[in-house]
């Protein structure tokens, strides 16, 4: 199957689709923080095709009532999953294994979406090391190097 370059706009999202997605959830500050790839749209270093949140107990508990799919991945990791929406209450990256409160503390808020930190993502990924996370790992540090 081919696929033009022109459909992938279909596949992706830039940020500003992320805050309308997010915003449409209703989400209570305090209560959740963006993770995944997205802060790295904030910067516009890509765009993505999914929506990782990490969220209170409650809000979980909320989500899965109202009939968000629960996806087994391993005994670690058990998100919910509706649409582009990811959604778990904790990550873990090897022994590191940061809180919402802990992520919080270093957020970006964006009309009022909060997201975790640049410093984060690159935290994370390079604790996973996977092919993808060291393409995104040149992204942030090329980022960051022209900031200064």
């Known amino acids: ?3 033009s370059y022109k459909n992938l706009d279909l596949l992706f999202m830039k940020i500003e689709e992320i805050i309308e997605r ?3 959830l209703n989400l209570e500050p305090n209560t959740y923080i963006i993770l995944g790839s997205c ?10 095709s999914d929506i ?6 409650k809000i979980y508990d909320k989500l899965k009532n109202v009939g968000w799919e629960y996806k087994y991945k391993d005994i670690n990791d058990g998100p919910l999953s509706n649409g582009v929406f990811e959604v778990l209450t904790g990550f873990r990256f090897g022994t590191y294994r940061p809180t919402l409160s802990q992520l919080l503390e270093k ?8 997201f975790s930190s640049l410093g984060e993502v690159r935290k994370w990924k390079s604790l996973l ?6 393409a995104d790992i040149k992204l942030i540090d090329d980022y960051l190097n022209n900031q200064n």
Do not use: F, S
């Not at 090391?129 to 060291?134: L, V």
């Open 129 to 134: 090391g996977r092919p993808k996370d060291m």
């Open 39 to 48: 802060p790295m749209a904030i910067y516009n270093l890509r765009e993505v």
């Open 107 to 114: 957020a970006v808020t964006i009309d009022e979406v909060v």
């Open 1 to 3: 199957m081919t696929i």
């Open 22 to 24: 997010v915003k449409t």
């Open 52 to 57: 990782d949140i990490m969220v209170t107990k």
